[in-house]
């Protein structure tokens, strides 16, 4: 089986193989990814981190070895904190946004593939507090600050990217910022954590999820301080949250019925 790895800011991967097929997720850059059939110019892919499925453009792949691929997957790599900035070698510059992974990094350089690349921008730090083991209120403190970065970005059904996003790739984007992996959808990111029984015992942090008529899970929003949630509807932005659901503030009206809370970091 091939692999790659992401080495552009952000690459479609598509329900079909085709330009004009719906785009059903992002690569963001540093993600890696295995080859499971290739069609054309098409390649179908997994995603490594969380085992989507999807078409891209060979024209956008960057193949990297099994063993690189093994490797990337044991560690806990930094994120981006610049909202844009660049990688770099001698002869190729690389825009990367906020919340890309780093592979590799040493605080200077990192590894794509075969090249090496250097990076000066702001990171996290996974080993000083920032990964999946360092402090909960730190973390949090660092997913509330991120989670304003991304207010105004705009809408975009499959996108994972500051400049065009969708409800659960937001929360897949902010919690990978504190070095937890969540599924792509918000169907599959209902099911991990805690309940919280009440609005009024909600925490920031924990996430919302809200469903349609039908009882499917359709959307999924980040709570601050307050009873107030981040969510991606339009563009990124804060409501009021209640028992009955998302108060949309400019439209003056519920939008989204509640569902459920959920806790992904306790003491």
Known sequence: MEHGICALSVVPVRAEATDKAEIVT??????????????????????????YVGWMDLKQHTPVSAEYLAAWQTQDHPRTLDVVQMVSCPNTRIPVQLGSRLPFFDGMTLRVGERQMFYNGAATNPQNGHGPHGPIDQRLRLLQKMALTYLKAPYLWGGKSLFGIDCSGLMQQLYGLI??????????????????????????????????ADGNIV???????????????????????????????????YTHKLRLIKRLLAE
């Not at 295995?34 to 054309?40: A, D, E, K, M």
């Not at 009440?198 to 999820?209: K, S």
């Open 26 to 51: 992002q690569l963001i850059f540093g993600e890696c990814y295995s080859i499971q059939l290739t069609q054309g110019m098409w390649i179908q892919i997994r995603t490594t981190a969380d085992q």
């Open 179 to 212: 070095g937890v992996q969540l599924p792509r959808d918000a169907r599959q990111q209902i099911h991990l954590g805690q309940p919280v029984h009440f609005v009024a015992q909600t925490q920031p942090g924990d996430l919302a999820f809200f469903d349609n």
């Open 219 to 253: 959307h999924v929003g980040l709570l601050l301080e307050d009873q107030q949630i981040l969510h991606a509807s339009g563009e990124v932005r804060i409501d009021p949250l209640d028992h009955n659901g998302i108060f949309h503030r400019d439209r003056q009206k």
